[in-house]
């Protein structure tokens, strides 16, 4: 089993795993998923989706936003920010340093 890696658009580099000839896509996550790992509420998710915290990289054909696995440290450095910052504030530190890193 191997590792390659795959640029997405718009988002971190995610992983790809082959298995022989196979390869396996990414996991995707439901709102739900995440709120049973992180411990926050769907409305949470929710907001910080549109408020441009978090990404959702895809949608269901049901209409449920996907998330990639990015999102579980981008949702950890989120909470470590909002113990000292508004989410206003958390919102201008990550777009600056997106900005940053594409410069």
């Not at 949470?44 to 998330?67: F, M, P, Q």
Request: glycine letters at 6%; aromatic letters at 6%.
């Amino acid at each position: 089993m191997s590792i390659v890696s795959i640029d997405s658009p718009g988002l971190e580099v995610s992983a790809r795993r082959t298995v022989g000839r196979l390869v396996v896509p990414p996991k995707r996550y439901k709102v739900g998923e995440l709120v049973t790992a992180t411990g926050l509420s769907r409305q949470t998710l929710h907001n910080y989706t549109k408020w441009g915290l978090i990404d959702e990289v895809s949608w269901t054909a049901g209409g449920h936003r996907l998330y990639d696995e990015s999102v579980f440290a981008r949702l950890e450095r989120v909470m470590r920010l909002k113990v000292t910052l508004t989410v206003e504030q958390v919102r201008e530190l990550l777009e600056r340093e997106a900005k940053e890193q594409a410069a």
